[in-house]
């Protein structure tokens, strides 16, 4: 979206990811999506009198892996209370860091070259779930509310960026790529739709080079199209409340995305309304050396390396490679990729059966391995199944495993015989006399109607490249 002339936005993103670990950030509780509502929880993350907090070990790990990632400096951190009257924290606090964080500083490269500063990357707990029953699904309006605690406790990092972004493309892109980088670290599955990770934007517009004007935060966006969506919307709403001779209050927002609008839920809160102070129970953090260092070893290599290496094999890249390219490193199938390239299968197959077939069956696809998927694309290749078959092929490995000669076998997969071929072309032939006759005039779109034809006839079992060759040997 393209702003009125003489307006700039200026957009800083806080995204919350709940951290890959077994148990919750202070207590035994399970940390597992899905579950029966508070069915995990214990007097610590309930905050019951009495109950002392213990830190979680593995959520560090995870919070100093997405520190090194985003190049951030890691030092000593302490915990504290921040305090608040939401019922989604039964003790009434949530245990944060405040003035010294875990990581500080750092920044992340886009693919199209910008860099966006991070301020802090710091530890904390997740809140409960609050659910409005009645009305428009909010509080306000609401003729009762629902709280489940199974998420009160769940660890999160906090990845504040600088105000550093100017346009809702740019921010999507930066959540894009934290998002591959946060899943490639391992601290978290990136599934937004189920909130493990949660996006805050902080909008505000300004005449290029006046100081920065009021933000207003939008809370809880869930989608990278929300997130585009709901950007251009605050924007524009703050350019037309500024020209109408109105004041933008710095306020928080809510985006509804049926209605395509931000409306306001409370004014925001600073700091110092959160009255801060030291968690008395948890002593400070402190990772030596040693300890940064095995997280550091432990770390491969980040969506921007790996996008670079697969790039590396691909020969003039076309621009439906390069998106292929994106969907592939982003769901972790670039090794699947390579190691085909290295056994002699052509990067644009290789490329184009991942980002859509292995893509499609993302959910099962543990049951594929490597050589699996290197033979069924050799079969493919050399013309000993049609691309149609290979497809299926592979779906049947993803859903069960198996041998992919077997599979191709037992669906009767056997590929043509040219005479068996050449007969079917020459009665398609007879069959079209005028498709034919345009064909051979030049009209090159009815090669596809012809291959069709064949593969109607022989129920899938020809090859297109061969039935292209029968095609013009004929012509």
Request: net charge negative; aromatic share 6%; with cysteine.
């Amino acid at each position: 979206m393209t702003l009125p002339d003489g307006w700039e936005m200026v957009v800083g993103l806080e995204v919350h990811t709940e951290l890959k670990t077994t148990t919750k950030m202070f207590c035994g509780c399970a940390n597992e999506f899905g579950a029966e509502p508070n069915t995990n929880i214990c007097p610590v993350c309930l905050g019951l009198p009495g109950s002392l907090p213990v830190l979680n070990v593995r959520a560090v790990d995870l919070a100093m892996a997405i520190g090194f990632a985003l190049h951030s400096t890691i030092a000593s951190s302490t915990f504290h209370r921040k305090n608040y009257f939401y019922p989604d924290m039964p003790k009434d606090f949530q245990i944060s860091q405040y003035d010294l964080p875990i990581n500080s500083g750092g920044y992340l490269d886009l693919p199209d070259g910008s860099r966006v500063t991070v301020e802090r990357a710091h530890l904390e707990e997740d809140t409960g779930k609050s659910t409005h029953l009645g009305g428009s699904g909010r509080i306000h309006g609401a003729e009762r509310s629902l709280v489940d605690y199974n998420r009160s406790g769940v660890p999160l990092v906090e990845i504040v960026s600088g105000p550093d972004i100017r346009s809702s493309a740019q921010a999507r892109a930066y959540a894009s790529e934290l998002r591959g980088i946060l899943i490639a670290t391992g601290a978290s599955d990136g599934r937004m739709e189920e909130g493990s990770m949660r996006i805050d934007a902080n909008v505000s517009v300004r005449r290029p080079g006046d100081p920065l004007g009021t933000r207003c935060e939008i809370k809880n966006l869930n989608s990278l199209r929300s997130l585009h969506r709901a950007i251009d919307y605050e924007a524009l709403r703050q350019i037309e409340l500024i020209d109408a001779g109105g004041t933008v209050r710095q306020e928080t927002r809510h985006w509804d995305e049926s209605l395509g609008a931000t409306s306001t839920m409370r004014t925001k809160e600073e700091a110092e309304d959160y009255r801060y102070f030291r968690e008395p129970d948890l002593v400070d953090l402190v990772p030596d050396t040693a300890w940064q260092e095995r997280v550091r070893a432990g770390l491969g290599a980040m969506p921007a390396e790996r996008r670079a290496t697969l790039l590396a094999r691909l020969t003039n890249a076309t621009s439906s490679q390069l998106d292929a390219l994106e969907v592939v490193v982003d769901l972790g199938f670039d090794d699947l990729v390579l190691a085909a390239i290295d056994a002699g299968i052509d990067p644009s197959l290789a490329m184009a059966r991942a980002a859509n077939e292995l893509a499609s069956g993302i959910d099962h696809v543990g049951n594929l391995t490597t050589e699996a998927f290197i033979a069924t694309l050799a079969m493919e290749q050399s013309g000993e199944l049609s691309a149609t078959q290979a497809k299926t092929v592979l779906l049947e490995l993803l859903e069960h495993g198996g041998d992919p000669r077997k599979i191709a076998k037992d669906k009767g997969f056997e590929q043509l015989s040219s005479d068996s071929l050449g007969a079917t072309v020459e009665a398609l032939i007879a069959q079209y006399p005028d498709e034919w006759t345009r064909y051979r005039e030049g009209d090159e779109k009815l090669a596809q109607f012809f291959i069709g034809q064949v593969m109607k006839s022989t129920k899938g079992q020809a090859n297109g490249k061969a039935v292209i060759a029968e095609l013009q040997s004929r012509r």
